[in-house]
């Protein structure tokens, strides 16, 4: 007898993206049919024809629907799509919620808020629902790696690039979403932090302001190094202003100096917004003419999970 064929119960990597999408593609369609069919099918379809927007959201069922080419892999988990696909859904997902947003916030001014509260119970929340679908492509078409960061399979995702490191052959693999940047030996490739950033991936911070110092109780002027300046007497001078010890004239500047600035430059990054550090991927290679010093790629570290990627990419480069 053939012996029947067991069905596999873990699920491909991207199996639930691409789920979601076609998901939000049918409720998008079957509402679509269901307005229509509260009108005339002929009107509507006129109607569509003269409408650049209902042909744009036709294209963009279209794609969501059928998705042309998509593909769950293991290998790439966060793209189970083609990169123009991603790209053409991204700009149909976006151009349907300005549409969206543009026609509900038109009907909300016209009608006022009483009856707009009246035609979402009538049309069971969908004037909310429809950004909400549109935002939600848009969102699972966001830029990102290719995987996550598993440093002990020596792979690092940082922001929209992934590298994978092979310890065996030392080879690197740069891709930026689903497009493969380079292969690239990874003795020859670094990390550049960005200057005045530990590798902690926290920008250096402003000194912590000292107290001025304190003067001896026997009188004698301190200056800001702690060195006593020698004083001259005033022994002849009828001005009794004249005896007072005198402090040294580069003393006074410099603790001025080093006094006011300080607290200004403080304030300054206090009142300025942090900007993201940005790190370098290097390829360094003396056997390619042309090529030294070359920039891989550059990216802000916008999360604590890219600064720690960062760390351990620059240690597993390192140890290589």
């Known amino acids: 007898m ?31 049919l269901h307005s229509m069919a509260q009108m005339n099918f002929l009107a509507a379809l006129e109607g569509m024809a003269s409408s650049p927007a209902a042909c744009l959201n036709l ?68 004037l909310v629902a429809a950004p909400a679908l549109y935002a939600a492509v848009v969102w699972i078409c966001r830029p990102r790696a290719l995987w996550r960061t598993n440093i002990a399979a020596r792979r690092f995702a940082i922001g929209r690039f992934a590298v994978s490191i092979d310890a065996v052959t030392r080879t690197t693999v740069v891709w930026q ?71 040294s004239p580069a003393a006074t500047p410099e603790r001025s100096a080093n006094a006011a600035p300080r607290p200004a430059a403080a304030s300054a990054h206090a009142g300025k917004p942090a900007r993201r550090p940005k790190i370098e991927l290097l390829w360094d290679s003396p056997a390619a003419a042309g090529h030294n010093r070359q920039t891989v790629f550059r990216v802000p570290l916008a999360s604590e999970g890219d600064r720690t990627a960062a760390r351990a990419l620059d240690a597993a480069l390192k140890q290589v």
């Open 2 to 32: 053939a012996r029947t064929r067991p069905t596999p119960t873990a699920t491909v990597p991207g199996a639930g993206t691409l789920f979601a999408l076609r998901a939000i593609g049918l409720v998008i369609l079957a509402r679509w």
């Open 59 to 126: 294209v963009f069922l279209f794609l969501l629907i059928v998705l042309p080419g998509a593909k769950a892999r293991v290998e790439r988990p966060f793209h189970p799509l083609p990169q123009w696909l991603r790209q053409a859904l991204r700009v149909f997902g976006a151009l349907g919620f300005l549409f969206a947003i543009g026609s509900i916030g038109a009907f909300v001014w016209a009608a006022g808020w009483r009856r707009t509260v009246h035609t979402v119970a009538d049309t069971n929340g969908w």
């Open 177 to 247: 979403e689903s497009r493969k940047v380079g292969q690239y030996d990874a003795r020859e490739l670094s990390v550049r932090w960005p200057f005045g950033a530990h590798q902690r991936g926290a920008v250096a911070s402003v000194p912590a302001l000292l107290p001025a110092p304190a003067q001896e109780p026997s009188g004698d002027p301190v200056t800001a190094a702690g060195v006593a300046e020698p004083v001259t007497p005033a022994m002849d001078s009828p001005d009794p202003a004249a005896a007072q010890p005198v402090e």
